[in-house]
């Protein structure tokens, strides 16, 4: 399925047309189930409008996905950049994360696919704090088109690369931190 989604996104980046190709890649030891706390990776940012749009809706998504902001102790850390220019860049065809995770199977094995990603990629990496490993990224490509200007539009960008992670922080972990702060 991956592999033909990747041979259509690159059909739509060469038509003139311009299409957005989101995907992402996660490390198959992670243990995702034991993450709740987050916090961004201290870096310099621009102070363009764009990097502001794409920290808050980073920071919706974590929060609709039950993760709290905790920048003295997060489990996993969010970085994020933003290519202007094309990049080749290896990716992995996987398994769904979902699927992954429930099976969390020893079998599934990293089947590279490299990708020519066009002008204008957003990546959003999640590393593990305790190891600074990165445990999982998304990206898209094609990012800047006739839609980029619109209201919005790179929160909805944030929003298709996060579909690619559909884990939500469960009830047992938020009642076990309810727990600890009695």
């Not at 957003?122 to 088109?145: C, D, H, K, P, Q």
């Amino acid at each position: 399925m991956k592999k033909t989604l990747v041979f259509l996104s690159i059909i739509g980046l060469l038509s003139s047309c311009m299409r957005v190709f989101v995907d992402n890649d996660y490390r198959y030891s992670t243990h995702f189930k034991q993450y709740q706390t987050y916090a961004f990776v201290d870096c310099v940012r621009d102070t363009t409008v764009i990097c502001e749009d794409v920290q808050q809706a980073i920071q919706y998504q974590m929060r609709a996905r039950g993760y709290e902001f905790n920048a003295q102790k997060p489990n996993v850390l969010v970085n994020f950049t933003i290519y202007n220019d094309r990049l080749k860049y290896q990716g992995y065809d996987q398994p769904s994360l979902v699927n992954w995770v429930s099976t969390e199977n020893d079998n599934y094995k990293y089947q590279p696919v490299k990708y020519a990603l066009g002008s204008g990629t957003l990546m959003i990496s999640i590393l593990e704090a305790e190891t600074g490993e990165i445990v999982w990224r998304g990206y898209a490509t094609g990012i800047f088109n006739k839609a980029s200007s619109k209201q919005n539009y790179f929160k909805s960008i944030v929003r298709n690369i996060f579909d690619q992670y559909p884990l939500l922080v469960t009830d047992e972990k938020a009642q076990k931190g309810k727990g600890n702060n009695i």
